[in-house]
């Protein structure tokens, strides 16, 4: 059986008929690390691609453009204009380019760069802000290490020694060339067609280092019949899964309903499907049912293989028919000895040798698990509240270059800018200390004062190898918790380490909803010993709604 070494895949496909953004409206969104914003104009289509930005760090970038028009004139005419749009990183020391690619050096103490797309007399098209990772670079690999798998038609992301300058990077998909979209010092991001389906071979040169490999790209399609649903109508969803040729590991496909308001996805709002090998194409087929009236979309994304090296958690045999799962449960892979999960997990103790041989059990009242709590919704409006006093301290400098100003009228203006001056650095530090945040280590059910009535929070929970605390072995340092599912959370694996991962959910706060409930489930493993059965430990988060 063929092993695999995945390194970040989690790309997105949508059906929806939901209107392109209006003239001016800037969106951005993240795939794979690589930041996207798109700006639609009356000209056409301008998409703005970049890397993770870490501080210090060089970068590079490029922009994409789709001229509008009803005839090759007015094509021609659109192209024109849109071939004189411009990028501008506020903050960040632009580098000599031979072309319209982006390359820039991030400030060692930037927090954010706010980026601008202008037309050729400088007017300012769209505006959008990209965040920075403090501490630098992360660690990459020593040489560049091409993914086993990815989804057909998305970026790309290969890890590597990459020096962040993509005009000395060249990238080839079955010996096409293709210019990156991006690159920095993680790494470097390609994609290819998306007709381009089944194993590829991708060969990546970077200021004279090399690397070539293949990488299985899954092409993934969706079809409904209807694309715009009454209340309680339904029709029927189709998900082809291809490319799957010659591969020979099951394939987990992720289902997301992105408008729960509108309509509710048969087998739940997220859920997965698992594709066995020895297919070349698959189809999966569920319900939509509408909940109102209005336009739908819904996602699909190739999951990160789970039958790796590394050995991390293992799906569940395949779901072949309709009654999808809500969640994705991972259970252990017999295949894959414990003493090698253990070893992934570092707990590789020198009594590994003399433990004896017994059937563990979990004491799952002693689950322990990290969870932290982000209030969306009051760090989206300490952002707000910052953006407008920024804008009146703007006001108030231009009012004060009024040479015309009494002395009393300039000392009020002075007196104001103080004032202003110090709420921005009081916003300033809730934002860079995480205010809206709240950690904590739980082994039972918490309070969090964190929300108000009406916020929106982002929970994520990580659950490690706690040793004794959860297995009864006779050695507990050689026992490990393997951690199978978090109900209704939706799993994310850190690309930079395949062995850690985590889980997440969006939840509202309400008066008549102030309590989350999720189960934990996993089992004790040790070497020698067979596996403990599946335990599940329900833990309660109350928001305390004053």
């Known amino acids: 059986m063929k092993k695999l070494q995945l390194i970040a895949i989690c790309g997105f496909i949508a059906i929806s008929a939901i209107a392109q953004a209006q003239n001016g409206q800037v969106k951005t969104s993240q795939i794979n690390g690589l930041h996207t914003v798109e700006l639609a104009t009356d000209a056409g289509n301008v998409q703005v691609f970049l890397p993770p930005i870490s501080q210090g ?27 004189g749009v411009v990028v501008e990183l506020k903050g960040a020391d632009k580098k000599s380019s031979p072309d319209k690619a982006l390359l820039y050096g991030v400030p060692v ?14 007017n300012t098209l769209g505006r959008f802000e990209i965040p920075v990772r403090e501490g630098g670079t992360p660690f990459t690999p020593a040489t560049f290490d091409i993914p086993a798998v990815a989804q057909a038609g998305e970026p790309i992301f290969i890890p590597g020694p990459a020096d962040g300058d993509l005009h000395n990077t060249t990238t080839r998909v079955n ?13 470097i991001f390609v994609r290819p067609a998306g007709d381009q389906t089944g194993p590829t071979r991708i060969d990546v040169v970077d200021n004279g280092a090399v690397a070539t490999g293949t990488t299985q790209l899954i092409g993934v399609s969706m079809s409904a019949g209807n694309l715009n649903l009454q209340r309680g109508q339904a029709t029927q969803l189709q998900v082809v899964v291809s490319g799957l040729e010659g591969f020979e590991e099951p394939v987990s496909i992720m289902l997301q309903n992105e408008t729960p308001g509108v309509v509710q996805l048969g087998g739940g709002n997220q859920q997965v499907f698992e594709v066995q090998p020895g297919q070349d194409q698959y189809t999966y087929t569920t319900t939509v049912t509408g909940l109102q009236t209005g336009n739908f979309g819904v996602s699909a994304a190739v999951l990160p293989d789970q ?10 045999p395949s779901q072949t028919t309709n009654e999808s799962p809500t969640h994705n449960a991972y259970n252990h892979n017999a295949t894959v000895s414990p003493a090698d999960i253990l070893i992934q997990a570092g707990n590789n103790g020198a009594n590994k040798q003399n433990a004896q041989a017994k059937n563990p059990t979990c004491n799952c009242d002693q689950i322990t698990a990290k969870i932290t709590i982000e209030n969306i919704s009051r760090k989206q ?3 707000e509240n910052l953006a407008r006093i920024i804008e009146d301290i703007k006001r108030v400098y231009l009012q004060l270059q009024n040479q015309n100003l009494n002395n009393q009228q300039r000392a009020d203006l002075d007196k104001k800018l103080a004032t202003l001056t110090e709420q921005k650095k009081e916003l300033e530090d809730k934002l860079k200390n995480k205010v809206y945040e709240e950690e904590r280590t739980v082994e039972q059910d918490i309070s969090s004062s964190i929300a108000q009535n009406g916020d929106n929070v982002w929970i994520k929970v990580k659950v490690s190898n706690v040793d004794s605390k959860v297995c009864d ?5 050689d026992c490990a ?17 395949s062995f850690d991962s985590y889980y997440n959910a969006e939840f509202k706060v309400t008066q008549n909803n102030p309590y989350l409930d999720f189960t934990v489930a996993g089992r004790c493993i040790k070497p020698g010993c067979d596996d403990s059965a599946t335990k599940e430990k329900k833990f309660q988060i109350t928001f305390k709604l004053n």
């Open 307 to 316: 039958h790796q090296d590394n050995n991390e958690e293992s799906p569940t």
């Open 481 to 497: 918790f393997l951690l199978e599912y978090i109900d209704g959370f939706s799993k994310v694996a850190n690309p930079l380490d």
């Open 381 to 383: 409006r300490l952002e």
């Open 175 to 187: 010996n096409r060339l293709y210019t990156p979209l991006a690159e920095s010092g993680d790494g």
């Open 57 to 83: 760090a060089t970068i590079s970038g490029t922009v994409a453009t789709t001229p509008a028009g009803k005839n090759k004139q007015q094509v021609e005419k659109n192209s024109a204009y849109l071939n």
């Open 473 to 477: 072995c006779a050695v507990p340092k």
């Open 109 to 122: 103490a930037a927090t954010a760069l706010v980026g601008f797309i202008k037309d050729h007399s400088g």
